[in-house]
Each structure stands twice: as C-alpha cells, then as structure tokens.
C-alpha cells in the first residue's frame, strides 16, 4: 500500500483512507505495508507504518513480503499491542490467526469478490487462490463485504460466518471530492471542449477496458453525428492501457480523447468536476453480479451525471438521481445514453441530491464507525 507509484489506485485509497478516518474517530491505527525501494520514496499518509522493505516489486519479493509479516507480527504485536487486526488478501492468514488468537485480538478480514465466480489464467491458480479465499473467511472473527449479494453468498457457502458478515460498503471524502467549478475545472486541466466525458481507474482490468471499448465505439458516432466540440478524459494507467490507445487509433478519434496519467488523488476532483458526464462502464464477468464501485461515490459526491452499467448495485443506487443506464453489450444503447446526456446536459438538476446521499450514506468516517461499532459488539 505505501508505494509512490500505487497510491492512486482504487485498493490503496480504500486502505489508506478507512486508517484515516479510524484515526479521525479517536483509535490509533498502525499501517503495515510492503516498501519497494524500486518504486520511490516512503509516505505515511498520516499514520503510523510499519513498512517491510523490499528491493522491487516482483511475485517472488510478493511472497517474501509475507513471509516477513509472519516472522515480524509477534513483534509487532507485542509493541502495540492491538485491539483489532483489519487485513486483506494476505497469503499466510492461518499461520497470523494463530499469532492473534494466541494474543485475542480479534481480526476483521475484507473480501471484496468470492474467487470462485471469477475465470483465472492459468487456471490451476484458481484452486490456491480460493484455498487462501477459505482461509481467510473461516479465521475471521467478523468479514467485512461491500455487497448483500456478496453477504449471502458468503453466508450460503460457509454457514458458520452467520451473524458476523458485515455490510459496509466503501466511500469518499466529500471535502476532498466537491464540486470545483467547471469552468475553473476547465482551465487547470487544460480542457477547452464544450461536452466533456470522464473515466477514472486503473486500467488492469479487462471488465473495465471491454466497456470502455463499447463507450468509444459509440463515441466515434457521436463525434460525427452530434458534436465534435466534445472530449473524453481517461485518467489512471494500467498495464492495458495500449489496447485503449489502439482501439482509438482505429478509430480516428484520437484528437478526442485525452489520457492524463496518474494525478493525485486530491486533484482527481478537478478532472471529474470539468466533466458533464462521468463513466462506470464495467461488462463484469457475471452479468448477475451485484456491482458497487469506488468511483461512483467519488462521482455523486462531485455532483456529475453518471453513464454507468445497467446492473444491480448500480442501479439501486443511481435510480433516484437520473443517470444513464447502459443496458450491457449493446452498442446501440451506449449511443442512445451518450445522446440523452447532450441533449439533457442544460436540464439535467440532480447533482446537490446526489452530494446529499454522499455525505448521508456513504463517506469513509460513516464505513469506519460502523466497523468498530461492530467491533466493540463482538
């Protein structure tokens, strides 16, 4: 989590960002991190790290990370003698749990996905990835999800977790994530069309690049259809980020779109507030698949308009405010939405109900309290 390069990502903010806002509630958070000397320099984000150093990222120095967790925990514990061990996709969860129970100290573990609705390349992975997945679910204590579909799934399949999955889904920092200005917004982004389409995230996921590669067809025919005075800003980077790059050459619309880069998490706003429209296009791999998304939170808190998948999560969500619903792998209703959003983008009113449902129901000190309210339950 502490590295330079990745601190921007969706997972490392989550991390960061719930140690934070605990901290904020009065508890005293200590952050144990792997440190690639390869990869920049050390930040601690505000709080206490313990950071495990490591020569550059690789699977073996991955490995090794926690391998070295499980030799320096006992001290660890010992120094700070915690109440509560929150993790996450840790490899050696059995041979920790044995150091925690030892300790009673109870141990919070997340899990986002279950292993088992997901393909793997190669695929024998997939059997070691769910043993770790099992692991992880039958030593906790309490398991944090983000989804109901994810708690009864979880439930249904490990009956001895009833009564301790938690439903706490991510969120965001409205004083970070507001609405600057659009046309202050447009100035330090250098964003001079009129129409303007956002996607942040990472691009490490073929779910996401699939959707975006739907967006971008139907963009082409906006371009020559309704608007050429628009633009698509596409923030993030990721290791598929050239498929993008030649999806849009084919196209000719590469005078259209704009990739930044990484940017700070604190001036993503500025790019989502010089927006009109902001995307979540995701084809996730099961299309019955509850969704819950990092930037949709980050989005409504900015008060933009969302073109997102039409899928349960999403659309339990969103439905109140008016977004623009993409019914999955059809390419003539990403049109139809990218349209209605020009047509509507003087009319369209819902953002302050949005900023309101954000600050009321999902921000990161609202996630924190319910954690160690359930905590001190246990």
Known sequence: MSLEKEKNSGNKIHFVEI??????LGH???LIAPYYKSNGTKDSYGLIDEQIELKKKSITNYLLYHKKLRNKLPQLVQKYQPDLFYSRDLLNVTSLSKILKKNNIKHLVEINDLIYDHEFKPKFAKHFFIRIQENQIKNADLIRVMTHQTSEQIQKRYPETKGNVLIIPHGTDPK???????????KKTKTNSSFVFCFIG???????INGLK???RSYKKFIESDSKDTELILVGEGKYKTLLEDEISSL?????????GTIPNEKVPDYISASDICLQVWIPERKDKEGLSLKLSSYLAC????????IKGFRDILEPFDPLFWNLENEDSMYKCIKKAYEERNSWDSGKAQREFVIENFTWEIAAKKMSEAFLKK
């Open 19 to 24: 140690g934070k806002a605990l901290k904020k």
């Open 28 to 30: 005293q958070l200590i």
């Open 176 to 186: 970070i994530f507001r609405d600057r200005g659009k046309t202050e917004s447009k």
């Open 202 to 208: 990472t691009y490490n996921y073929m779910t996401y």
């Open 214 to 216: 739907f967006f971008l």
């Open 252 to 260: 000719g619309i590469k005078s259209n779109v704009k990739f930044t």
């Open 303 to 310: 008060e933009r308009r969302l073109l997102t998948s039409d």
